[in-house]
Structure formats: C-alpha cells, structure tokens
C-alpha cells in the first residue's frame, strides 16, 4: 500500500519557467513532509520541508505547499534552472516515529 | 559536513552467495536506515536502527538482516543473494528526536547485481 503517491514518473520544464511536483498522501497520522532531490549515482539530498502546522514554506526559488484536508503537497520551483534537472522524492513522517515514507519519485528534466 | 559513506559503489554476486553492504556515518547520529530504490517503486525501508544492538524491521525486510554494533556503523547482509535482490541499495543516517525529524543523510549508494 503506497502512502505516497506522486503520480508523475517524468515532468520536462523550459529553462526560467516554474516547475510543479505534487505529492498526495494516505495517512492523516502524517504530520511532517520533506522533499529530496537525487542525482544519478548519488545519494538523495534534503531540499525542504514542511510541518502540517503550516500551509506553505519557502527557500530561495523553492516553495512547498501543503493542503491538509486534501492530503496534497506541491514543490515549486522558480524559475527553473538545468542544474534543478533530477529525480525529485516526496517524504512523509508522524510524530514520535523515526522512519520516514518516500513517494516513487518524479523526473524532473529543465530543458535550456 | 555529515559523511555517510558505503563500502562499494558497484558489486556483483552470484545467486546464493552471502553479502554484506557495510555503511559508516561520521556524524554521532542515533539513527540509520537502509533502503532499496527501484525504478517506478521509489525508495522502500528494508530495516532502520535507532540505537546500538537495536533494530526495527521496515516495509520490505525479508531476505535481509542487519547488524549495528557500533553507533557509526550499520551492515545490511543478504544471507542467501537471490536476482530480485538487484537493486540500488542506500544508506541513511539521521538524528532522533530533532526538529527536523526526518531529515536523513544518504549515502552514495551500492549498486548491486545478483546473476
């Protein structure tokens, strides 16, 4: 049972536009999302994150969104660049547990 | 900078051969995760450990086993390899109790190839 789903494997973006990952979830137990970015041949990377007592949480040109009551987030991206090109993973985890879940992942391509 | 580094970028097995995926962490962290990432699956948690000696299973756990003996170090081993073991394996460490509960730092990866 996926409990986070992102239901795009592949999204391709022109250099300077916005890209959009979204991310739904399952478990309403969950209460912290964080989104990881991966290279080829390396480990993920932590980008950013967001505690379910905020809507929206910003750093630099990347911003996420979370709405609760449909159990959705959405990483922003702005404006894209083609270093910004790589596989980019959902997270989620409850409070009191160490674990995190990770979504299937979304291929970001930024084409110059 | 937090270190997590793997004992082999790039291995191949043979079916039925134990291996061992060692991963060492330089930064005191409580915890250690190891995962799986497979096209279209994503990451997936084999096992964690968020203490010396102590383990947790994770979503995926048959077929492995892990040993933490030290506070740094933390082997997954495949006692018998098997060809649905082909995978990207990762490891990742992280603090208990944080703020920023969830944020794990990842290792390079071991690719591994059972024939």
């Known amino acids: 049972d996926q409990q986070v789903k992102q239901n795009s494997p592949s999204l391709s973006v022109q250099e300077g536009r916005i890209s959009i990952l979204n991310c739904d979830y399952t478990?309403?137990?969950?209460?912290?999302f964080l989104w990881y970015k991966k290279y080829p041949a390396e480990g993920p990377t932590f980008l950013i994150s967001i505690s379910s007592i905020k809507d929206k949480n910003e750093d630099g040109r990347f911003t996420v969104f979370l709405n609760k009551s449909a159990k959705h987030l959405s990483l922003h991206i702005v404006p894209s660049q083609p270093g910004d090109s790589a596989v980019y993973f959902c997270?989620?985890?409850?409070?009191?547990?160490?674990?995190?879940?990770f979504g299937t992942g979304t291929k970001l391509q930024v084409i110059p | 900078d937090v270190k997590v580094t793997q004992s082999s970028r790039y291995l191949v097995k043979r079916t039925g051969e134990k291996v061992f995926l060692e991963c060492v962490q330089d930064m005191d962290h409580e915890n250690m995760f190891w995962y799986r990432q497979d096209p279209g699956l994503g990451l997936r948690l084999i096992y964690f450990?968020?203490?010396?000696?102590?383990?947790e299973k994770g979503d995926i756990p048959e077929g492995y086993s892990v040993s933490r003996e030290k506070k740094e170090r933390f082997s997954l081993i495949l006692e018998s390899a098997s060809t649905n073991q082909t995978s990207m394996y990762l490891c990742?460490?992280?603090?208990?109790?944080?703020?920023?509960?969830?944020?794990?730092?990842f290792g390079p990866g071991t690719r591994l190839t059972v024939l």
């Open positions: 450990s968020y203490d010396v000696k102590m383990k």
């Open positions: 478990n309403s137990m969950f209460d912290y």
């Open positions: 990742a460490s992280s603090f208990a109790n944080s703020a920023n509960l969830g944020t794990q730092y």
């Open positions: 997270a989620a985890s409850e409070e009191g547990y160490q674990k995190v879940t």
